[in-house]
């Protein structure tokens, strides 16, 4: 049964990422984010093929460098890909990652349950935790918070440690295990995680004080385990993340933007097939990106499980995960409440925990995935507890017509339930992905490419920043023969605190300025801060490749260094004389 399982989830994210398989190396989702990604994909194991540091480099923002570890840089699926990788490409390996992420995610939520459901609840749970909105949206780029079997995996132990008597320090050896395996990936669900398996932990404490106070010193043995393993295992990356070079400080995103709105959870967007004109014009006034916003449920499923948390209250799953289900939705909502899109004065939980060290970068908006896993959960239970008095129905019937009890899930209870489900269901369809085109000039995968001096810097255009990460895919397919100024990573201000590459010097402000068609190449020219800019960077080749304002960045490159460029295989290259 979990082999059929696994392959329908399987089956089912192969048609969602329909697109990326029509063409595996040629398209991305999520664009920018993409790119990031699948340069990390190849760059673990190029460093550590070639005995390089892989956390801290100055192949990109060259000279000075990034610390990789503040960019979820997935350097354990860069492992894991490298053979696809070495292969195909990294974009290949990517969309593999994507593609297998929600399948994963939902599989572990299905085995997961099956301590406790038969398996057609717990694989409909598994279904809306994997392939929920959620994680729909953030397939959107965002690998790191689409891997997500930690928190079912955090589940099983703590289920291990306070209701089956495991032998806790063997069960919290292997939590560890899991817990550097995720901080690899992400570090955000780590801890995120680790905040709702606690007020989880709580609440269940509360229910049942006697069970908690008899295995209270287990539980204590577990962690205790667990984070000796993880901190033996992880201490080196995370020194060289919070002590090391290029380290940045404080929080990386802006507070009170990437949050629920109070009509999330009932307005479709429109990564959603069924997401009617009203909807979407009140899911349009939601602050932040639109990925982000993945808190949707529908009233179908909201109102189902609400009947469901009311009428089985008493159970034991249903009585811890009805109320970490308000908990996760409340800390969605960030520490304002927003309305309609407009943020009020009304303060909120999150408001106490966005200052807390690690905890300060999460996005409370992507509390959306423990909510949907609690939903699911709670529906699951509902389901199959339906399914039983249906059973039991059935049997008492034909015990009274023959003396004899029937056997099996009665037909009328299984088609009204499967049609209850599709009800569930149905309004959080995804609509198909969009997919961002790709294509690598070929100077970056031919001999041309050895024309740059392996491992000098080569001034990349169009010039890499959040939005054009162009050169940042071309660098990882020329297998990162040089380094690049510029790039779509985390790296401190002149602060300390964290930046996306500010455009910090006049040469790449005027590059990307030039790019955008602010500038126009002869005003640069005349500014003797560009070509001084230009002469301490001091770049072994500049290559302009394909982009709309090419020509303009020609001239601007052709004025810099006095010489025309040579075409090369889909590139302008320019190799300047020291």
Request: with cysteine; proline share 8%; hydrophobic share 50%.
């Amino acid at each position: 049964m979990s082999l059929a399982v696994l392959a329908g989830y399987l089956a089912l994210a192969l048609a969602v990422f329909r697109a990326a398989w029509a063409d595996p190396g040629g398209v991305l989702y999520g664009a920018s984010d993409s790119a990031l990604f699948a340069w990390y994909l190849g760059w673990i194991p190029h460093a550590l093929g070639e005995g390089l540091d892989p956390f801290v480099t100055s192949h990109l923002n060259a000279p000075t460098g990034s610390n990789l570890l503040w960019s979820t840089p997935v350097p354990l699926l860069g492992l894991l890909t490298a053979p696809v990788t070495a292969l195909f490409g990294p974009v290949v390996s990517l969309n593999l990652l994507l593609t297998l992420a929600p399948a994963l995610s939902a599989f572990a939520l299905f085995r997961a349950l099956l301590r406790w459901l038969p398996a057609q609840p717990a694989a409909f749970a598994g279904l809306l935790y994997g392939f929920g909105p959620y994680m729909i949206g953030e397939s959107y780029g965002h690998l790191h918070l689409t891997f997500a079997v930690f928190p079912p995996l955090l589940l099983i132990a703590l289920d291990d440690l306070l209701t089956r008597a495991r032998p806790p320090l063997r069960t919290g050896a292997l939590l560890g295990l899991a817990v550097a395996a995720q901080a690899m990936i992400s570090e955000e669900i780590l801890a995120t995680s680790a905040l709702i398996g606690g007020i989880g932990v709580v609440i269940a404490g509360l229910g049942h004080r006697d069970l908690v106070r008899a295995r209270a010193g287990a539980l204590g043995q577990g962690l205790l385990s667990c984070g000796t393993v993880a901190g033996l295992l992880l201490a080196w990356p995370l020194s060289v993340q919070f002590f090391g070079d290029q380290r940045v400080h404080g929080n990386i995103q802006p507070h009170n933007v990437a949050v629920s709105d109070l009509l999330t959870f009932v307005t479709p967007t429109p990564a959603q097939l069924m997401a009617p004109d009203a909807g979407l014009r009140h899911s349009a006034r939601f602050t932040g990106n639109a990925v982000e916003v993945t808190g949707y449920l529908g009233i179908p499923l909201i109102l189902g499980a609400a009947v469901i948390a009311v009428r089985l209250r008493r159970d034991p799953l249903v009585s811890l995960f009805a109320p970490l289900a308000v908990v996760a939705a409340v800390l969605s909502l960030g520490s304002r409440l927003h309305v309609d899109g407009r943020t009020t004065r009304v303060r909120l939980p999150w408001l106490a925990l966005e200052n807390l060290p690690v905890i300060n970068s999460a996005l409370p908006s992507r509390f959306a995935l423990y909510l949907m896993m609690a939903v699911g959960i709670i529906v699951a239970v509902g389901l199959h507890r339906a399914a039983l008095r249906g059973t039991r129905t059935a049997r008492h019937r034909a015990g009274c017509r023959s003396g004899r009890g029937g056997r099996g899930v009665p037909f009328a209870t299984c088609a009204g339930l499967a049609v209850a489900a599709a009800v569930m269901v149905v309004p959080l369809l995804p609509r198909a992905h969009v997919t961002t085109p790709t294509a690598t000039p070929a100077f970056f995968t031919g001999d041309a490419v050895r024309a740059i001096p392996a491992g000098s810097t080569a001034l990349v255009l169009p010039y890499p920043y959040p939005t054009r990460t162009e050169a940042m895919l071309w660098q990882a397919d020329a297998d990162y023969r040089f380094r690049i100024p510029g790039c779509y990573c985390t790296i401190p201000g002149p602060d300390g605190r964290a930046v996306f590459n500010a455009w910090t010097d006049p040469l790449n402000s005027a590059l990307v300025a030039v790019e955008q068609g602010r500038l126009d190449a002869d005003t640069a020219l005349a500014d003797p801060a560009v070509r001084g800019a230009f002469e301490q960077l001091a770049p072994a080749a500049i290559v302009l490749g394909p982009t709309p304002r090419r020509a303009e960045l020609s001239r601007l490159m052709t004025g810099i260094t006095g010489t025309a460029p040579t075409d090369v295989d889909g590139v302008e290259l320019w190799l300047p004389r020291r």
